[in-house]
């Protein structure tokens, strides 16, 4: 999966080169509804110096119905092996995020994120089943990064992107569970906040327009810098995420995407938790590869000072998932953006 990645960012940078030689000199420009990327890319655009904007997101992300290295299970065939089965997961994030141009070439941002996760479980104990649920919520891992604009020239552009994520959020979160008697007791893995590392995020992002289309290329790799307090580390992720817009209108466009994403297994464990009692608490069963697509639409109101308003739909195409986990099922993302 990694020498996918590695191709396809020397097609990137080697396409992006050909097409500035074979275009007339034009600037690429935000200042129309798909001047930005769908909602739920990150990191997809600079500013022009001493420009700020303002962005607020809201992603919810449902997980349901089991697999095993790829293949789809059920319940039943968890209980083999495990006291306790997963039996869906939502994850609710809001994220504010704050860029600043000191220079036209370099934009500075950070994100700051809450997220609630909740999950049900059912415990099957002596042949009688147990369901119960857990939740969790908190600030996330705070994300601050630098955009560095390569050019901007024949309505296009690219930019490099370096930062990290800081570990502000909690590995140490607890709720109760069917069998903890009414004692709080530590989450497994995917219902901790944050991931406990230092982490650093290295990205490019190619952008193209024409008159009324318009698309960009993504690639971005979020590497762990060592192992945390607890003893392990979460996977390294490496993603790619392609998309197409159409401009309706001066103030509405439509967009479709495809994103590629790779996360490696969670190395190390945590002391506190057991492996054996449920499969979100043992590491083998974390990581995998997933493909979905997106569709979305940007509204543009630039009678209110460069407003914006996007929304984006994400469902799944491909998952092989390493050991037991849920898979997801779909996702979508709000949000709205504003520059000054």
Do not use: C
């Not at 293949?71 to 504010?96: C, D, S, T």
Request: aromatic share 10%; glycine share 8%; charged share 15%.
């Amino acid at each position: 999966m990694k020498n996918i990645f590695i191709v396809a960012f020397t097609l990137m940078i080697g396409g992006t080169f050909y097409a500035q030689e074979k275009q007339e000199n034009h600037l690429w420009s935000s200042d129309r509804p798909d001047g930005h990327a769908p909602i739920s890319v990150m990191g997809d655009h600079t500013h022009h110096k001493n420009e700020w904007m303002l962005s607020y997101r809201y992603m919810n992300m449902l997980m349901k119905d089991l697999q095993s290295d790829g293949e789809e299970i059920n319940e039943q065939m968890v209980f083999e092996n495990y006291m306790v089965a997963p039996k869906q997961m939502q994850m609710h994030m809001h994220m504010l995020g704050i860029m600043y141009a000191p220079s036209d070439k370099l934009t500075l941002m950070t994100m700051f994120n809450y997220l609630s996760n909740n999950m049900d479980l059912t415990m099957r104990m002596m042949g009688m089943d147990t369901d119960f649920s857990t939740r969790s919520s908190g600030l996330s891992d705070i994300k601050i990064a630098a955009l560095y604009q390569f050019f901007n020239k024949n309505h296009q552009t690219f930019h490099g992107k370096i930062g990290f994520s800081l570990p502000t959020g909690s590995i140490e979160t607890k709720d109760e569970t069917a069998m903890s008697e009414g004692n709080e007791v530590l989450l497994p893995y995917p219902m901790q906040l944050g991931s406990g590392s230092f982490q650093t995020e290295i990205g490019l992002t190619y952008l193209w327009q024409k008159t009324n289309f318009s698309g960009g290329v993504q690639l971005n790799g979020l590497i762990n810098l060592h192992e945390n307090t607890e003893e392990y580390q979460t996977g390294n992720q490496y993603l790619l995420t392609s998309w197409l817009a159409y401009k309706t209108s001066d103030f509405l466009s439509l967009s479709g995407r495809i994103k590629a994403m790779s996360t490696e297994r969670i190395e190390g464990k945590h002391p506190d938790l057991m492996p054996m009692m449920v499969t979100t608490a043992n590491t083998e069963n974390s990581g995998g590869i997933f493909v979905g697509y997106g569709l979305g639409a940007n509204v543009y109101l630039k009678r209110l000072k460069g407003l914006r308003l996007g929304a984006e739909i994400n469902l799944p195409l491909y998952q092989k998932l390493n050991g037991i986990q849920l898979q997801q099922q779909r996702s979508f993302t709000i949000g709205t953006q504003y520059s000054f």
